[in-house]
Structures are given as C-alpha cells and as structure tokens.
C-alpha cells in the first residue's frame, strides 16, 4: 500500500500560516495527492488535490515537491475554525476503490 | 439531495443486539464508501459499492458484518451481534465516479456520521 506519513499535531497562532507537511515517498506515478480536513464531530471534507503543480483554490494551497515524495498544505492564514484534522490520502494499490486515510495531522489554532 | 444523509446519527444498544445503520448518498453517485472511526482514532475503511456490487470486502472487520446497497442509491451497514469494540463513529461517503486517484477531480463528500455506543 502507497502510504503517507505525517506529525501526530501541530499549532499555530490566528491569522499566521500554516504549513502541513506529508511524505508518501512511495506513491505511485500517476497517484493524485488529496487532502481532507475533519473538524470536530464532522465527517472529514475535501480540500485540495494535486498531481505534479502546485495547486490553489480558496481554501488552501499544496506545494508538491518535484519528486512527489512529499507534499505540504499551505493555509494562508489560520483561523479559529481551521482547527481540525488534517488528512494527506494516497490510492490503496490493492484495490481501486480504496481509499487509505492515515492517522492525520491534528491542528490546534490558537487566538 | 444536497448531501449525504446518515442515520441514525446516534445510536446506544446492548451487547448482542444487532443493528443497521443506513446512508442516503449524493443523488446521481455511483460509488459509495464506508468507513468506521473509534474514538481519538483515524478512518479505518470498512467497503466500497460501484453502482450496487461490492468488489472488495476485506476491509469488514468480521463476518458479523454486511453491507448492500440497492438502486445505486440507499447503503445499508449491518453489524450482528454487536460487541463493544463496535463502538464507534460510522462514516459513509459518497463521489460521482470511484475514486481512484487516476481521476483528481473524484472527491468524497462524507455525511456526519453514526456514532454507535455498544454496552
């Protein structure tokens, strides 16, 4: 299985970026990066995803490194409900339709 | 309709029992996933649906439980004989194609979840 590492936690101060490390050195060539979020007591939403360029769109930013052995999610500037969850996800190769979450980044925002 | 839908959203039962849990997905999806999350824990997949087949199911913990879905719509999770470690969140999401990562643009859209309390 493709799989991802990142830290257990990380904090940040309001209105400060935020940059969210993975490293999935073992990822496939044409494996998309997705990243998800889980607030609490939700069920994990969709935030980005990225191939080879790096990506923007309103909520975030990813940064893919040239060899796609790692990635980061890049928050502009951290609010009070980004505190969350964060999850960088790889394809299963055993099964096409499988989808492995790791155990996630946990984000602490603070005011 | 606009999201998927879970229910019930809590549900408390005694050892034994047996429960079903069900999920509404995004109308017009045709993959449809589970996925089990105990407390302080990450998602542990449980099985997928393209259409109404399940090709893999080893990702059910047991063989108490099931799954089916009918109509390429409603999915319903069957776990018999309910024992304590069952307890957990019991998330189900849904994408307009699976969601291999082949295809960027197939992202999940998960309900709130069933949170079940076995005593």
């Known amino acids: 299985d493709a799989k991802t590492t990142q830290p257990n936690s990380m904090e940040s101060n309001e209105e400060e970026p935020v940059h969210l490390p993975c490293n999935h050195s073992?990822?496939?060539?044409?494996?998309?990066i997705h990243w998800y979020r889980q607030l609490p007591s939700q069920g994990p939403e969709y935030v980005i995803h990225?191939?080879?360029s790096n990506v923007n769109n309103r909520m975030a930013s990813l940064a893919i490194a040239e060899d796609r052995k790692s990635s980061t999610l890049i928050l502009h500037r951290a609010t009070l409900r980004d505190a969350a969850v964060y999850y960088c996800?790889?394809?299963?190769?055993?099964?096409?339709?499988?989808?492995?979450f790791g155990k996630g980044t946990k984000l602490s925002v603070k005011p | 309709g606009a999201g998927v839908s879970q229910s019930p959203s809590n549900k408390v039962t005694e050892k034994g029992k047996d429960v079903e849990l069900r999920c509404d997905p995004i109308?017009?999806?045709?993959?449809l996933y589970w996925y089990r999350q105990r407390l302080g824990q990450g998602l542990e997949f449980l099985i997928y649906?393209?259409?109404?087949?399940?090709?893999?199911k080893s990702g059910l913990p047991s063989d108490r439980f099931s799954a089916e879905r009918t109509g390429e719509s409603v999915s319903t999770l069957t776990i018999q004989r309910t024992q304590q470690e069952d307890s957990a969140v019991y998330l189900c999401a849904s994408s307009l194609f699976l969601a291999t990562m082949y295809s960027g643009a197939n992202v999940l859209t998960f309900g709130a979840g069933s949170r079940l309390t076995v005593l």
């Open positions: 990225g191939l080879t």
């Open positions: 073992t990822i496939s060539g044409t494996d998309y």
């Open positions: 109308s017009g999806h045709t993959a």
């Open positions: 996800i790889l394809r299963d190769e055993g099964s096409q339709g499988n989808l492995i």
């Open positions: 649906f393209q259409g109404n087949s399940a090709p893999d």
